[in-house]
């Protein structure tokens, strides 16, 4: 943990006497309180976790969560009352200057409660330096990473023999949240996404009352999460034998998705990850009908800080967990994404997904 703390403060301000972090109340949760503390359960709403740069490593919380903040890797404070809290939080936090607080993770009342435990501090947004340092993944990290997408890579693959004509999207995502829990996720990554014929050509589709058809392009992104970490995954099917127009979109897309793997390596920059995906595609009948950014960082949350996309630097170095995933949406028809996760690597990528990317006609 000790490494985890400098690593944080080395990614931040150097002025920096100490990090507080809290969350709100469910689901307002900050992923970096679990970052900085270590926890692998427990709600903590209202606790504060408190790092600084000698690698300390603090949670202060009541007893209802004390023994899910002593299994992870902090020291713990226990308080009993309010008044007690207020004492070990102000006792913790004296003598600090300047503090550093999660701006895009931390809720207004949290935010108030900081400066008043702490009034003679400066609050700092340490928010882009906490997102640059969870951009790099540690060992522990892709561990946890790698058994999320094993999960979600053994479901994709169960796709096939799941479907049936009449399924309504709904019972499909039920059926993939299902499978992933069973096989040891704590639960979904995201809202599960299972579109069905033109419901395939909107990128954020969810999942809704509409049935399975003979001649559907039926597309399922969804990931899941195990201690924390996410993955991310999407595969797309047909119902029957495709026409040529979706066989020649499948093809179109695995082609841009292998262009965009044979950049990636430590070193290269995501903007020309994107490129390489986006130029196969505009060279194609699909030209512009790729409306999103090739990939994402993925880590405590699904975009984990870190996009690859047209115009956005993004040099690429190892640690890196990344989302790979071009596509094509032909409105009010269908649409095509193939989507894996892969850890930039100093000689290029690890494949972290690894479901079966053929094209697959249900018959
Ligand atoms: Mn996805």
């Keep these: 943990?000790?490494?985890?703390?400098?690593?944080?403060?080395?990614?931040?301000?150097?002025?920096?006497?100490?990090?507080?972090?809290?969350?709100?109340?469910?689901?307002?949760?900050?992923?970096?309180?679990?970052?900085?503390?270590?926890?692998?359960?427990?709600?903590?709403?209202?606790?504060?976790?408190?790092?600084?740069?000698?690698?300390?490593?603090?949670?202060?919380?009541?007893?209802?969560?004390?023994?899910?903040?002593?299994?992870?890797?902090?020291?713990?404070?226990?308080?009993?009352?309010?008044?007690?809290?207020?004492?070990?939080?102000?006792?913790?936090?004296?003598?600090?200057?300047?503090?550093?607080?999660?701006?895009?993770?931390?809720?207004?009342?949290?935010?108030?409660?900081?400066?008043?435990?702490?009034?003679?501090?400066?609050?700092?947004?340490?928010?882009?330096?906490?997102?640059?340092?969870?951009?790099?993944?540690?060992?522990?990290?892709?561990?946890r990473i790698r058994r999320a997408c094993r999960i979600a890579s053994r479901v994709a693959d169960e796709i096939p023999g799941m479907l049936r004509r009449g399924m309504k999207e709904y019972e499909a995502a039920a059926e993939l949240d299902y499978r992933?829990?069973?096989?040891?996720?704590?639960?979904?990554?995201?809202?599960?996404?299972?579109?069905?014929?033109?419901?395939?050509?909107?990128?954020?589709?969810?999942?809704?009352?509409?049935?399975?058809?003979?001649?559907?392009?039926?597309?399922?992104?969804?990931?899941?999460?195990?201690?924390?970490?996410?993955?991310d995954i999407t595969r797309t099917f047909f119902l029957g034998e495709p026409e040529d127009w979706q066989r020649r979109m499948y093809q179109v897309v695995a082609e841009a998705q292998r262009a965009a793997l044979g950049t990636i390596r430590a070193g290269a920059n995501g903007r020309d990850v994107d490129a390489a995906a986006r130029a196969v595609i505009d060279a194609s009948e699909f030209k512009g009908l790729m409306v999103h950014s090739t990939g994402h960082g993925l880590g405590l949350s699904v975009h984990d800080g870190g996009r690859m996309a047209p115009n956005h630097d993004l040099p690429l170095r190892p640690g890196m967990v990344l989302t790979v995933e071009p596509g094509v949406y032909v409105r009010g028809k269908g649409g095509v994404r193939i989507e894996d996760d892969v850890l930039i690597t100093e000689e290029g990528y690890e494949m972290l997904t690894d479901a079966d990317r053929t094209m697959r006609a249900i018959p």
């Design 180 to 231: 992933m829990m069973r096989m040891g996720a704590s639960g979904a990554a995201f809202g599960t996404n299972a579109s069905f014929g033109a419901s395939s050509a909107e990128p954020h589709h969810g999942a809704e009352d509409i049935a399975l058809r003979e001649g559907d392009t039926a597309l399922f992104d969804f990931g899941c999460k195990v201690e924390g970490y996410c993955s």
């Design 1 to 143: 943990m000790k490494e985890r703390v400098r690593w944080i403060f080395s990614n931040c301000p150097k002025d920096i006497d100490a990090i507080v972090v809290m969350n709100g109340e469910e689901p307002l949760l900050d992923v970096a309180f679990p970052y900085v503390t270590g926890t692998r359960a427990g709600l903590f709403e209202g606790c504060l976790g408190v790092i600084t740069p000698d690698g300390r490593s603090v949670i202060i919380t009541s007893a209802l969560e004390e023994t899910s903040a002593r299994g992870g890797k902090a020291e713990v404070l226990t308080y009993s009352t309010a008044q007690d809290r207020r004492a070990i939080a102000t006792d913790l936090l004296r003598g600090f200057r300047r503090i550093g607080i999660n701006g895009p993770g931390i809720v207004h009342t949290n935010y108030l409660e900081v400066q008043r435990l702490a009034p003679s501090a400066e609050l700092v947004d340490v928010g882009e330096g906490l997102e640059a340092a969870r951009m790099i993944k540690d060992r522990e990290e892709v561990g």
